[in-house]
């Protein structure tokens, strides 16, 4: 086992000279897009799809994209499946041994991202990047004197066919942990590979409950329960008076700022907090920067990572439902507008919408800020409210009235009475409960029409579009309904909106047992 001080020494070491290199790449952004481009293209090009496409012809992006069409994961999925029985030198040089399947957030059904020995290596670069970014921010090497915890999925993997494994991102990425952290790795290997999350859950507490826990990374609402029970098997208030060092917590998934009252009362004491952008086909961006509430992370945004061997694309959210939309590159991209991401990578995805959306906060260095995914928005009416929106409301309607939440979701209100008009039901399960609900949909309502110039116009006057409507969930009912759905812990998340009623009556049903 390496000592920490020689642990800690080499990440600092590490973390200057990564900045330098950052550094480097934020001053040439473009060029650094074209490289990495050419790189995939180079690679690629005597693979079946670089043959389908002529890669070897193509000298610049604009070739790229005249050969190259956007695809979704349907478009992608044939020659993901040439990988998946095997075959070598399809989507990329050799065979891809690894697949993560995603959390199925959009569809409810599970896509298989293929991961290549380089997008690995990658994604050990990208946890090594934020412990760089923290240890620039504060020089805190005491870190490394106690436990890091990943709350992740399951790391048990699926065998398939053709020596190929299936699994959780954080199952696959387990097996790739730098030999000289492995002894600071929490839950170990054992509890990590259980896969019933609410004994994968108990084993966490009962393992670390008297550890020294100085790091935890998850998602926010996997992490509250994760401290509650912590607290409660200790007999004590806060998780600070348990893991009295813990200092860093890396989150990323969902928005956080609904979270956060909630996280920072039941951690007892100031943290860093530091958001990641991590979809299962990559990281895409990370606070690099520390900030004081997350609603200045909002409006600061995460860094986007540029030399991770990504090349992104970004579409109008407003034109994906044309033929040939235009395909923007870090080039020419506007501030403030709503972009669905697309990525070419080097685990052979090719112009690969990954269902997000994002907003560009800044330019030098690029920023931006998760919106919202493609096929989540809300419209009774026309009104076309998206995540940001939603997330934006449920933020100001929290800072100003003083509630808590666990979780929330927004669906479509359609009364019986065919008199009264339509609008939106807001499902909330508080864990403290606002002193004048009336006056927290109005928060609400007010911030939505200051976000959304087609629902204010279906709110004028009440006119087409009926107020928001609360329903208050009883504590663990969204709990019961990612049970319900085989969805708990890992990288499970609550969908914020959606169009239909489907889930709203799910958890209405389960609120009524």
Known sequence: MIPDAIISKYLSLYARRRKRILEKVKSDPSGVQKKALQYILDKAKDTAIGNHFGFKEIKSVKDYQRKVPLMYYDQMKPWIDGCLEGRPDHIW???????ALSSGTTTGKSKYIPLSNEIIKRNR?????CISFYLNNTNDTDLFKGKLLFLGGSTSLTPLKNGISAGDMSG????????YARHLYEPGRK???IPDWEVKIASVVERLKDSDVRLVCGIPPWLLILFEKLINAKGR????????NFSLLIHGGLDFSPYESLMRDLVGKDLYYMETYFASEALIGIQDRPSPSSRAVNEEGLLLMLDYGIFYEFVKAEELDKDNPVRYTVSDIELDTNYAIAITNIN??????????VKFVA?????IKVTGRTKDYLSALGEHVIGEEVEYA???ALSRTGATINNYTVAPHFPKDKSKRPGHQWLVEFSRRPDDADKFMDIIDAALCKKNRDYETRREKGFSMAPPLLYELKKGTFYKWHKSKGQLGGQHKTPRLRSSREIAEELIKLNLE
Request: aromatic share 16%; net charge positive; with cysteine.
């Open 237 to 244: 208030e806060k998780v600070c008076d348990v893991w009295q």
């Open 394 to 396: 449920m933020s100001q």
């Open 363 to 367: 330019k030098d260095p690029l920023r």
């Open 93 to 99: 040089p050799g065979r891809i041994k690894y697949f």
């Open 172 to 179: 696959v990425m387990s097996k790739f942990i730098p030999f």
């Open 191 to 193: 509890i990590a590979l």
């Open 348 to 357: 052979g995805l090719y112009s690969y919408f990954i269902g997000d959306t």
């Open 125 to 129: 670069q990208a946890g090594l990047d």
